[in-house]
Nanobody, 115 residues
């Protein structure tokens, strides 16, 4: 199983980026697709999640600015990030939880938001 993220980069504060994560390989039924991030010196934190019922959940710090979505096949997850702030600077990781409780992680994509 491989998760490949893309879309990270350098953007000015107030700008936008769209992250993508494509999963390949044999995965049991996916129950949750989500994005985490880890800033330097900080713990990894959940940013946004989407469950099988298309319920979404966001960290308070990104509510109203970020939006998580997925494709019809449930093998690609997106994170639209608007109104970016310097404090959004981090490595962003996509994560999959399948119905057997197995976790899969991407390699991470760097997002840097400058003033």
């Amino acid at each position: 199983v491989q998760l490949v993220e893309s879309g990270g980069g350098l953007v000015q504060a107030g700008g936008a980026l769209r992250l993508s994560c494509a999963a390949s390989g044999r995965i049991s039924i996916i129950t949750t697709l989500d994005w985490y991030r880890q800033a330097p010196g900080k713990d990894r934190e959940l940013v946004a999640a989407i469950t099988r019922g298309d319920n979404t959940n966001y960290a308070d710090s990104v509510k109203g600015r970020f939006s998580i979505s997925r494709n019809f096949a449930w093998n690609t997850v997106y994170l639209q990030m608007n109104s970016l702030k310097p404090e959004d600077t981090a490595i962003y990781y996509c994560h999959i939880l399948d119905r057997r409780g197995r976790n899969y992680w991407g390699q991470g994509t760097q997002v840097i938001v400058s003033l």
